[in-house]
Nanobody, 117 residues
Framework: QVQLVESGGGLIQPGESLRLSCAAS????????MGWYRQAPGKQRESVAT???????NYADSVQGRFFITRDSAKRTADLQMNSLKPEDSAVYYC???????????WGQGTQVTVSS
């Protein structure tokens, strides 16, 4: 089992920045991808950003150039730096772990991000 704990959400004004953090613990072995997803009310959960074991990143078109994902494999953390936030970025943000070597797909409990003036 892998446990994920997110932090850093909150209420923020349009145009400002926010940083989300995800800490993983438990049975973490082999190679794994970490990612951030979000789900707004009435919408499906969507991928925001993912990062491979070697640091290859992938972003949703809607956040390209504004959001940046990083990971620290030694600390087992993955952060999401969100800049120039827009009201449409408001959602519950979830951290995700996907085991590549031994499998496993785990989610954090989510953290609310609200962008509003």
């Amino acid at each position: 089992q892998v446990q994920l704990v997110e932090s850093g959400g909150g209420l923020i004004q349009p145009g400002e920045s926010l940083r989300l953090s995800c800490a993983a613990s438990g049975r973490i072995v082999g190679l794994y991808t970490m990612g951030w997803y979000r789900q707004a009310p009435g919408k499906q959960r969507e991928s925001v950003a993912t990062i491979s074991p070697r640091g290859v990143t992938n972003y949703a078109d809607s956040v390209q150039g504004r959001f940046f994902i990083t990971r620290d494999s030694a600390k087992r953390t993955a952060d999401l730096q969100m800049n120039s936030l827009k009201p449409e970025d408001s959602a519950v943000y979830y951290c995700n772990y996907k085991g590549l070597t031994y499998g496993g797909d785990y989610w954090g409990q989510g953290t609310q991000v609200t962008v509003s003036s």
